[in-house]
């Protein structure tokens, strides 16, 4: 008796460890994010928190390598939701950069735009007299972030558009922001490109370290640089957004850095319950001021350009839904 006792009673603990801990798998979300020093993780980190307390879902967010490994990690099951520049995402949606995307990646959905990150491209502060533009660090040290990424896109598309290969005209480093920072304060880099939302935590550290500052793109650079990576023609996935003293203190008053971007997106694997979305959807438009006690980032979010469609990528279901009721239709 004792025996059956024992035997019913361990029956129902491991029951219910299996509730809490979803061995369904339905409710433990993986979140990809970026590198432990980037805005991605530290804001995903504030977002996952809240979620958690709002929806009762559990969230694991975890670093990774940024947005092209997030969906590739989406594509194989490894995450269930990411944080992606949305220019990698329409260009893995719609196989646009078929060197890093063999095949187009359709299994995700677009939860919402968070934030505007943009191209921010370091350069150490003994430089500022000899480089005026991109083509001013040739042949010199330059961290374009890891091949493939959001980043790494970004600085090999605007390098080329002065006549420039990245794999030849620049001595390449392939680091993190965070990584990035350090070499530069130990004087092993020139330069470093980050695409992100302003101010990122490395950068501003790195301002109280060493003298540094931001360079500018010049207007026709990013006119043709928007002009051509519009979608159909006629969606514009990037735009003119400038940094100033506002985010970084090394940039004076009353001036600012001319650059573009683009909006960091959440989205989820199509796996994902309509009702789940449209808890988590509710949860990050309606909890603003709690995820910005977490990261300073969430205060520029802005439910109106959530609801914009991103190319030809679905907003996902459980999302739209939520959308439709704050918009009344």
Known sequence: MKKSLSLILAVIMLLGMCVMTSCSGGSKIIVGTGGPTGTYFAYTQAVGKVL???????????????????????????YKMAIV???TMINAYNNLDPDNFPKAITNFSVLGEVYSEVIQIVVKGDLKGSVKTLADLKGMRVSVGDVGSGVYNNAK?????????????????????????????????D?????????????????????????????????????????????????????????????PEGEEVKTIGVTATFVVSNDLSEEDVYNMTKALWENIDAIATGHVIAKSMDINAATIT????????????????????
């Open 52 to 78: 958690g307390e709002k929806t009762g879902l559990s969230f694991d967010v975890v670093s990774t390598g940024g947005s092209a490994a997030n969906l590739k990690g989406l594509r194989d099951g490894d």
């Open 157 to 189: 598309e605007l390098f080329a558009m002065y006549g420039m290969d990245i794999d030849k005209d620049i001595v390449q480093n392939n680091l993190s922001v965070g990584d990035s920072a350090n070499a530069m304060k130990d004087g092993n880099l």
């Open 85 to 87: 520049q949305n220019d």
């Open 310 to 329: 991103i190319g030809n990528v679905p907003v996902h279901p459980g999302a739209a839904k939520y959308y439709a009721e704050v918009s009344g239709q």
């Open 191 to 251: 330069a470093f490109f980050f695409t992100s939302g302003a101010p990122t935590t490395a950068i501003t550290e790195l301002i109280t370290a060493m003298d540094i500052f931001l360079l500018s793109l010049e207007d026709q650079v990013m006119a043709d640089f928007i002009a051509s990576h519009k979608i159909d023609g006629q969606y514009e996935v990037y735009g003119v957004m400038p940094i100033t003293n506002a985010q970084y203190a090394c940039i």
